[in-house]
């Protein structure tokens, strides 16, 4: 079941650095394609960088809105993810052809993907030249979910592996987020 995180967490949903998937909504359309380069920033209010690259359908949405979200997608999602990011929605609906389904967002126009484990709503911080520089967007998380049957002790665990998050090395070469490891602080003295 998704369930809401608190603003403060929200960091805590790519600090891993999974692959995400970047949604959008304007003009009448929404678009989903993926994103490796996403990073938190910020804890509270809670920031994210992510680049979208110029000449991506998605970019002319977010520059168009000022919104966008981050869902994290999992491992049994992956060809929808390498899909998405393979293709433009630019010319056909990515959502319907790969079939992902979205989902209404609480603060953002822009959708949620079902079947994602966590999700960020988020409002783009403007950056103009750094936007058209670098294709770095900085956001602002306006809210955050995330899916509780992967989230124990205010943390990932994941129960079974095509819950897991994934992470793009390139061409299409994943890995899958790995074992939950506790290191203890070190004493002082
Ligand atoms: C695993 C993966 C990660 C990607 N990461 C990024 C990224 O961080 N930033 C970006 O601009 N494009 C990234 N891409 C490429 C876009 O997803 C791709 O250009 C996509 O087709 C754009 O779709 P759109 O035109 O519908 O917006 C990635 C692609 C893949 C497969």
Redesign the pocket.
Known sequence: MRVPLELRRAYKLLNHGP?TLVTSAAQGRT?V??????MPLDFEPPKVA????EG????ELVDASGELTLCVPTRAQLEQ??A???????DED?WARYGLKPVPASRVQAPLVEGCVGWLECRVLPEPEVQRKY?LFVVEVVAAWVEDSVWKDGGWDFPEDSLRSVH?MAGGVFFTTGERVQVQKPRKG
């Not at 394609?33 to 996403?38: K, L, N, Q, T």
């Not at 992510?50 to 690259?53: C, L, P, R, T």
């Not at 991506?56 to 970019?59: C, N, P």
């Open positions: 692959t678009n394609m993926a994103a490796a380069w996403a992510v680049v979208i690259a991506t359908f998605t970019r993810v390498y998405v990011g393979s293709e433009s929605g630019r990515k294709d793009h």
